[in-house]
Every structure is written in structure tokens, then in C-alpha cells.
């Protein structure tokens, strides 16, 4: 098993809290690592038909076998439970006492903060960042192309045909749990486009009129794809420094391998010269910075800035105190451009620093503080509130 930068906070939540939460997208490793820390602790898969209609229809009951709590997997698919089980928190003096994970957070998080706000630990549990791979044979092209779900560096599963899977799984099964969508080949069609729309302002109207819906559907299929950790909204610093900025979102997925997948890319060597090569590595950085916070069982700090005349810094990392610029540019010489954007929010702010994330493989010290990191070493890169 590859160890998982979480698991030292997924213990420290148990013991804090009467149970922990792990959410993330299906096949991120959330089962594999709750079995491995809480060995000890009985598992419950609520995906099995016949476990999880004994729970709905006799929670008290079912709950009754576990005294000493278990691992409850899945379990958004028994909203009914949380009732109960909030009953036997309350009662009980033990701290890491359940443990649970789900793959829809809204409906996981919509449940636990009706029923056991206050009793439980959360943690999200993204896909595997660059850091566990500790992959330094591939290219940045073959791990975009690859993704980042653990299932791949642990079978010899070929990604493509992993993927093709996934896809026809999420679609066929998790949108239909989510939301009581008819035309399934419509809503595929519209998780491609968001896939060629990785790193641009989020524009509903453009994709309602090429998808031929309403804006409020678009709406609604955004959260679907939200909610199940399909991709997630870069939002605007809202500062504006005297200058008009932009106030749309941009998209961004949760794993590059998806991505890749959905815009029809079928091997590493036609990324290479592929016009979303750009693109896909911004969006592998901005999700390994956002993995770490996660891991940590942080927020989300991450943010981008535009102003209304093109000047831009890729991700601001918002620590309260200090915010800090981060540059993003997928080629592997540097050059003077790379810096363009964090001199001119410098001389903005009035401040010094920041980061220049690149394809290459070498580190340096720049002027006023600026760093330049190769993508590899991203995790040495201070995100700390």
C-alpha cells in the first residue's frame, strides 16, 4: 500500500473526535487506508444490498452489533442511520468510536451536519499527490495522462481502459444517485466540454447554449459534478486593488487522468504536443497544492487573480496573514516571462515573494525573494496558516 500522507491526521482526528468523516471521490483510497489504520475495527460496506436494507429498515438493531464502533464505507447510501447513530455518540465516552467515508459529499455532509455537527472529524481524500508517488521516471505528460487514483500504481491496469470504466460507472450509476438525470448522453457530452474548459473562466451561458439547456441545468449539473468530486471551482481573489477584476470561477478536475481521458487523449506522447498540455499541468499543481491542504484536514486557500486588462497569477495561497503568488508554466526552461505576472502583483501589493512552479527539474533562488520549483518538489512550497 502506498502510505498516505493523511494517515497521521485521520488519527489524530479519532482521537479528538466521537467519529471522523473521510470523503473523496470513488477509487481515491478511502477504504484502503480506514482498513489499514483501524485494522481492529469491524467493516461495513453499505454498497451490499442485503447490509444496507438491514440498516434501513432496523437501525437500532444493526447498530446494536457494533458496541465498540466499526468502519461504516458508503455510508450516504443509509442517510437513515445518522439519526441513530448520533444517539450512540452522545451516550458513549469513547472518542474515535466510528468511522465512516462516502464519495457524495453533499449528501454525506447535507446528513452529518443535521444529525452529528459537533461529534465528527472531517478529512477529504483526493487522489494520490506527486509527493506519495515518488515517481521520478515519468514525464509530466505521463503522469497527467496517467491520474493520480491509486488503483493504477497498484495493478498494471492499463490507464485508458481504467478510465473508459470509471467514466461509464460515474455516469451510469453515481449521477443517477445524485440527481434523477434522464438523458445520460447529454450530461456526458457536458462533462467533456467541462474538460475542454479546464483553466477558463466558468461560463454557464456558453455551455448552456452548446449543450442546448438552460442555464439553471447547467447550474445544477455543475454541483452534480462538484458534489462527486468530478472537478471544483477556483474562485476569484476578491480584492481588487483598485482595479476591476474578474468575478467568475474557473474549473478545474480533480484528477488529470479524467480529464485526459474525457478529451479523447489516448497515450502520454500525444500530450506532448497536445494544445490542453498547458492546461492539464496547471490544473495537476492547483490540485496537488489543494491535496496537501486536504490532507491536512485544511480548507481550501487556494484562489486565482485577473484583472480586466490580463493581469494574472495563476493560484494565490491565502493564509490570513500573508497571501502568496504562485506562477504555473508548464515548460522546462525558465524565462524572463515566467515572472511577469508575481513582479506585477508585487508592485501591486507592495510586497515581495512568491513562487514559479515549471516542467524542468531545477531549483532557484530568484530576486525579491521569488522561488523557482520544479513540479516534482511542489510539496516544498509553504502552505501553512
Known amino acids: 500500500m502506498i502510505k498516505r500522507e493523511a494517515e497521521k491526521i485521520i488519527l489524530s482526528l479519532a ?82 468510536l466510528f468511522i465512516i467515508t462516502g464519495s457524495n459529499n453533499f449528501l454525506l455532509q447535507e446528513t452529518i451536519s443535521q444529525s452529528l455537527a459537533g461529534r465528527v472529524g472531517y478529512l477529504k481524500l483526493l487522489p494520490l499527490t506527486l509527493n506519495e508517488i515518488k515517481d521520478n521516471k515519468s514525464t ?11 488503483s493504477l500504481y497498484s495493478n498494471s491496469i492499463k490507464s485508458s481502459l481504467w478510465y473508459s470504466n470509471y467514466i461509464n460507472t460515474y455516469v451510469e450509476r453515481d449521477v443517477r444517485l445524485i440527481k434523477n ?88 506522447n500525444q500530450l506532448d504536443l497536445h494544445p490542453f498540455r498547458g492546461a492539464l499541468f496547471e490544473n495537476m499543481i492547483i490540485v496537488d497544492l489543494l491535496k496537501t491542504r486536504f490532507n491536512k484536514a485544511k480548507t481550501n486557500n487556494l484562489y486565482f487573480w485577473r484583472d480586466n486588462v490580463g493581469n494574472e497569477i495563476d493560484v494565490l495561497l491565502d493564509n490570513g496573514a500573508t497571501i502568496t503568488p504562485i506562477e504555473i508554466k508548464s515548460g522546462q526552461t525558465v524565462t524572463t516571462d515566467y515572472f511577469k505576472g508575481i513582479k506585477y502583483w508585487n508592485k501591486l501589493t507592495k510586497k515581495e515573494g512568491g513562487y514559479v512552479v515549471y516542467g524542468g527539474t531545477m531549483a532557484q533562488k530568484r530576486s525579491n525573494n521569488i522561488t523557482v520549483v520544479p513540479y516534482s518538489k511542489i510539496n516544498n512550497i509553504n502552505n501553512e496558516e
Request: hydrophobic share 40%; aromatic share 14%; glycine share 6%.
Open 15 to 96: 482521537e479528538q473526535f466521537k467519529a471522523v468523516a473521510i470523503i473523496g471521490p470513488r477509487q481515491s483510497g478511502k477504504t484502503t487506508l480506514v482498513r489499514y489504520i483501524f485494522k481492529n475495527k469491524p467493516y461495513v460496506n453499505f454498497e451490499n444490498p442485503d447490509i444496507r436494507l438491514y440498516a434501513m429498515e432496523d437501525p437500532r438493531g444493526f447498530l446494536s452489533n457494533y458496541p465498540d464502533g466499526a468502519v461504516f464505507d458508503e455510508v450516504q447510501r443509509v442517510p437513515e442511520i445518522f439519526s441513530y447513530l448520533q444517539q450512540i455518540l452522545d451516550e458513549s465516552n469513547n472518542n474515535g
Open 140 to 150: 509530466a505528460s505521463q503522469l497527467i495522462f496517467k491520474g493520480f487514483y491509486p
Open 181 to 268: 438525470i434522464s438523458n445520460l448522453v447529454t450530461f456526458e457530452k457536458f462533462l467533456r466540454l467541462c474538460a475542454g474548459r479546464i483553466g477558463q473562466l466558468l461560463n454557464m451561458n456558453s455551455l448552456a447554449i452548446e449543450i442546448g439547456v438552460d442555464n439553471k441545468t447547467i447550474s445544477a449539473w455543475i454541483g452534480v459534478l462538484e458534489t462527486s468530486f468530478v472537478l471544483f471551482r477556483l474562485q476569484p481573489y476578491h480584492k481588487n486593488f483598485n482595479k476591476r477584476i474578474v468575478k467568475m470561477p474557473k474549473i478545474y478536475f480533480y484528477d488529470t487522468g479524467l480529464a485526459a481521458a474525457l478529451l479523447g487523449i489516448q497515450n502520454s
